[in-house]
Nanobody, 124 residues
Framework: QVQLVDSGGGSVQTGGSLRLSCTAS????????MGWFRQVPGKEREKVAT???????DYIDSVRGRFTISKDNAKSTLFLQMNSLKPEDTGMYYC??????????????????WGQGTQVTVSS
């Protein structure tokens, strides 16, 4: 079991930056594979960026070059640095983790653990 607590969201203008954090507690094995997802009302939750236990990272095309996912294993914390934010980045951002499968390939419905979400709002 693992508990994930998201933080760092807020409201910024276009071009601004935010850094999201996700602190994990519990079984470290459960956080072998982690990632950030986002959701807007009326749409399915979509993956944004993922990081594997060996440090491999993946990004969706719309955020590549602007967002950076990283993990501090010593502090059991996952980060998402978001730069050059756009209005279309607005949404509820969720941290996620799974012990066995990369979040880049696993179906969202099968992911083991989720944070409570943190809202990001980008105004034009």
């Amino acid at each position: 079991q693992v508990q994930l607590v998201d933080s760092g969201g807020g409201s910024v203008q276009t071009g601004g930056s935010l850094r999201l954090s996700c602190t994990a507690s519990g079984n470290a094995f459960s956080t072998n594979y982690m990632g950030w997802f986002r959701q807007v009302p009326g749409k399915e939750r979509e993956k944004v960026a993922t990081i594997d236990r060996d440090g491999r990272t993946d990004y969706i095309d719309s955020v590549r070059g602007r967002f950076t996912i990283s993990k501090d294993n010593a502090k059991s914390t996952l980060f998402l640095q978001m730069n050059s934010l756009k209005p279309e980045d607005t949404g509820m951002y969720y941290c996620a983790a799974d012990p066995l499968v990369s979040l880049w390939v696993i179906k969202t419905s099968r992911i083991g653990y989720w944070g409570q979400g943190t809202q990001v709002t980008v105004s034009s």
